[in-house]
């Protein structure tokens, strides 16, 4: 019985299909075009773009010339590179202007596609980010697609790893901007760690399309961006903490082996208060108030320390420090921390020299740094799985845009195996008879150690002409992916979003001119070779086409039907034929969670014998709901972690727009002045309180603190005996002194200099609270989830919790600045000093949800000097490293030895 929606879209067709069909008027219109824009000169088209930008300052909107715009771009992407985009691609181009995702299949030309709203989006002079997920891609888009845009007087900036700030300023200040998701959220943080606005590198957020957008948006939106540096030495505070744990009972605390918790009970709790009280280590009441968030803290890691962790089985003592050891593989991890104070807490415990930790300057995650953009869009082949994912967070709809050319692959039901012994066999097995018949095959795994076992075992079967794809080398990989259609050959991959390489039927003809023809100079020779090329690879094609096409062959599901589509996708590129299956087994991680053992004992009384599977579509529906139920929980996981990041990112906004408008703001004098007022009235109302009498006034904690905050010697224990004063005049008589000696010395300084120096000390003082709050919230989060046992809901209590401790450091931050303010003395050089600069030992860190790497490598994050050169891959000799310029050190060397740059050369650098 047919559903009536099912019915309802046969005749109807779907939401996606009724939208694309409200494309095709825009569509024709470009069309109508095509013949009279073809007529023109290469400058007659060229000065359209100078008329595109007369009628927006005229007032035309961006929509009004997208059809005269996109039908401009073709024709120039005609002469450039010659490529004329399709129908379909314009109307994957129409998605993006609109601020949506393009849905396409690998190898419907995603990279031409972006240049149609590029082009259009940056006639507004305000900047177009294309975002990739990795250096080699930005790099290898922004070359190819400038030719297009430079055709059309547009320019094009690139920025990767490596680049001084001078650079990624010009690149940043180009019509486009080519970069990676990392470098664009580093630069964005640095910026704002910044002491002149003349040194910010980035301009805004205008338009940004995002490559590869679920990877980014929602793959890597599990980690955050982080800069760090150096903290202050604690190491008095980890060992005063840790002489109280060895002090507690059994019966004070409670451990959780298989959780990896520990938590204090109510008598270890008041156990602790009592120690810590005692120490004058406590404020406030109870060890929980809001004051002792970082205390709760050490404590716990404390705790954890002494009871969860063992000597030689969890960690080692080497050379008087902690080494951490591997709890898989058993072997020593030295230069590997754990991190927010446990490795402290474990050298406070075992008496050896306590580092410092590395304190959280700036962070922010990839969810809020895109939601800045004021018009967002992305691509992939994959999108659709993951629609109320982007809609909630990003507000960003799916569209699934049409294949020029059918699609011709054959998607074949999953084989399900008992064990996994059992499905390697067989897939072994499938493997060689694709191999036998030149079938060129794709084997997709879900971790670097699957495959490399699958290697190992194709290897032992007598196998040795494979590929296997999952190391970092971005550049190399490309190479191998290009031919990985190649009739019989066997490419084994780990992950195959972001290659940006398609897998051409018979192997890709420019690629292999780069690489085989080098350096060859134009010319007859070059031109018979590059024509020998291009009729061997047609002939391979028609090989690859006999054989069936390229065989996506899956050994296992993975948690995101997302990854499996983006894995079957490779196959049946533009109308080619192919096929793909999934092979699986009752052992595989995603079977075991979802009950197999019931299903291996249904199956056994079925009579499956050994080596034999069962294949049946319900067992794919089963799956896909499996998947479905995983994908959910991961949504709602990602969703919670925004709630909290929510919260840290709304006063992050508020931070860095002032830290901003006192950069541009000229003379603080008047924010200072209140400053002042503002602490001085702090200082008498907590002194004299309000309904207090003459004789409960502390005049002289109110005579001390005047001195240590204001740098003034005041009588003020002695105006109090004074018949009929009250606070008002005591405050004001202390407001004029303060005034007055502000006023003398701004006049000692001169007004430039004490404009310099105050907006100095501010920016100054406000970044180190920053980063003191930065590392309570973090304690605050880690602990903020025990509230739930007191049937109060966690994140409220870390909202309130976070916007007190956000007011404390507003109020500490007026009471430090005019503190150092009424002390600062000038020094001669003080006029022609340089500003103050952001620490030097940064380092970068971004962990990369889907292998656990982090992708900065060694998370140097210095900037380079300005006269690294970034030279193209062409004009590098192997064998003379000066001809190198900057190498990336997550690169593949340019010396060919495979290894990365960081792993090779750049170890000597």
Known sequence: MVSFGALARKIFGSSNDRRIKGFRPQIEAINALEKDLEALSDEALRARTDQFRKEIADGKSLDDLLVPAFATVREASKRALGMRPFDVQLIGGIVLHGGSISEMRTGEGKTLVATLPVYLNALSGKGVHVVTVNDYLARRDAEWMAKVYSFLGLSTGIIVHGLSDEERKAAYACDITYATNNELGFDYLRDNMKYERVQMVQ??????????????????????????????????????IDTYIPRLEEADYEIDEKQRTATFTEEGTEKLENMLREAGMLKGESLYDIENVAIVHHVNNALKAHRLFQRDKDY???????????????????????????????????HVKIHPENQTLASITFQNYFRMYGKLAGMTGTAQTEAEEFGNIYGLDVSEIPTNVPVARLDEDDEVYRTVEEKFKAIVREIRDAHSKGQPTLVGTTSIE????????????????????????????????????????????????????????GGNADMRIAQELGDMPEGAEREAKEKAIREDVQKLKEQALAAGG??????????????????????????????????????????????????DTMLQKLGLKE????????INKALEKAQKKVEARNFDIRKNLLKYDDVMNDQRKVVFEQRIELMDGGNLGDTIAEMRQDVVEDLVAKHIPETAYAEQWDMDALQEGVRTTLNLDLPVHDWAREEGIDEEQIRERIM???????????????????????????????????????????????????????????????????????????????????????????????????????PQQLRGEHIDATTGEDDFGDGELAVAPADARIVPAEDRDPADPSTWGKVGRNEACPCGSGKKYKHCHGTFA
Not at 794 to 820: D, I, S
């Open 203 to 240: 301009r805004g957020h205008n338009f940004a399309i995002v490559d590869e957008v679920d990877s980014i948006l929602i793959d890597e939106a599990r980690t955050p961006l982080i800069i760090s540096g150096p903290l202050e030495d604690r190491s008095e505070l980890y060992t005063a």
């Open 450 to 505: 699957k495959s490399e076992y699958l290697a190992e075992r194709l290897r032992q079967e007598g196998f040795q002409d494979f590929q296997v794809l999952n190391a970092r080398h971005h550049e190399q990989e490309a190479w191998i992916v290009a031919q990985a259609g190649r009739p019989g050959s066997i490419t084994i991959a780990t992950n195959m979003a972001g290659r940006g390489t398609d897998i051409q039927l």
């Open 736 to 838: 004029e002194a303060a005034n007055t000696a502000a006023a003398q010395r701004a006049e000692r300084f001169g007004p430039d200099i004490m404009a310099y120096v105050e907006k100095s000390i501010v920016l100054q003082t406000l970044d180190h609270l920053w980063r003191e709050h930065l590392v309570n919230l973090d304690h605050l989060r880690s602990i903020v989830g025990f509230r739930g046992y007191a049937q109060r809901d966690p994140l409220q209590e870390y909202k309130t919790e976070a916007f007190e401790l956000f007011q404390a450091m507003l109020g500490n931050l007026r009471q430090v600045v005019t503190a150092q303010l009424m002390r600062v003395e000038l020094v001669r050089e003080a006029a022609d000093a340089p500003p103050p600069q952001a």
């Open 611 to 618: 080596d034999e599977a069962i294949i049946h579509p319900w």
């Open 550 to 599: 390229l065989y996506v062959l899956a050994t296992e599901r993975h948690e995101s039907r997302r990854i499996d589509n983006q894995l079957r996708g490779r196959s049946g590129r533009q109308g080619d034929p192919g096929r793909s299956k999934f092979f699986l087994s009752l052992q595989d991680d995603l079977m075991r969670i979802f009950g197999s053992e019931r299903m």
């Open 316 to 350: 080692i003592v080497r050379n008087d420090e902690v080494v951490i050891i591997d709890e898989f593989t058993g072997r020593m991890m030295p230069g590997r921390r754990f991190s927010e104070g446990l490795h402290q807490a474990l050298e406070a415990k075992e």
